[in-house]
């Protein structure tokens, strides 16, 4: 069976500051999507970025990039400049004909 | 901009009621899909459906059912509510290959009294 691990389940980080959130994955498919969302207290789950396994760069979207080391089976999302609204908690996600979600990690950015 | 739309936010139902969660996609998407969030289990995979009528047990189906008359529209039935029921509903959507991931609606945050 297929499996994320979300080792952090509570981060702190400084407002304007860069923050990691880490992601390792197990699966043997060799063609997979990794992905973050991120849920705020409303309660909406809010696409942030993908990587395709088959990708050689990686990800990056606004402020939100990927750390894709395939040999590690690894996914961290990188945050950079952290905002007050960045406070939430953040799954990351595995699609390769089923899905498999992390248990997610609760960030807090403190002013 | 597309849309899951979940038609309830917050609901309050009484043990032994019958309870429908509705589910409105306008992607064209054929795939389907419920889950629960608890804190501490995570996301867990209640009923997915892959096209209209169709229907597939996920991880935690028991004392729920499913109906997918139209491609657009998947609810959520709980039979017989419990408290044990008392959970965040999320229902999203994907294309036929989900490679590129779901589409969810907002949540709708059940008690069940």
């Known amino acids: 069976a297929q499996k994320i691990t979300q080792t952090q389940p509570g981060m702190f980080v400084q407002e304007k500051e860069a923050v990691t959130l880490d992601c390792t994955y197990d699966?043997?498919?060799?063609?997979?999507?990794l992905f973050w969302y991120k849920q705020p207290s409303s309660g909406e789950m809010i696409f942030l970025i993908y990587q395709g396994s088959y990708d050689q760069q990686n990800a990056t979207e606004g402020r939100y990039s990927l750390n894709f080391q395939k040999a590690r089976k690894s996914a961290n999302l990188v945050i950079s400049a952290s905002q007050l609204g960045d406070s939430a908690m953040y799954f990351c996600?595995?699609?390769?004909?089923?899905?498999?979600f992390g248990d997610g990690t609760t960030l807090t950015v403190k002013p | 901009d597309v849309k899951v739309t979940q038609s309830s936010r917050y609901l309050v139902k009484r043990t032994g009621e019958k309870v429908f969660l509705e589910c409105v996609q306008d992607?064209?998407?054929?795939?389907m899909f419920w889950y629960r969030q608890d804190p501490g289990l995570g996301l867990r995979l209640i009923y997915f459906s892959y096209d209209v009528k169709m229907k597939e047990k996920g991880d935690i189906p028991e004392g729920y059912s499913v109906s997918r008359e139209k491609k657009e529209r998947f609810s959520l039935i709980l039979e017989s509510a419990s408290t044990n029921q008392t959970s965040m509903y999320l229902c999203?959507?994907?294309?036929?290959?989900?490679?590129?991931?779901?589409?969810f609606g907002s949540g709708t945050r059940l008690t069940v009294v």
């Open positions: 999203a959507s994907s294309p036929r290959t989900d490679f590129y991931g779901y589409t």
């Open positions: 992607m064209d998407h054929e795939n």
């Open positions: 996600a595995i699609f390769n004909g089923k899905s498999t």
């Open positions: 699966t043997s498919d060799p063609s997979y999507g």
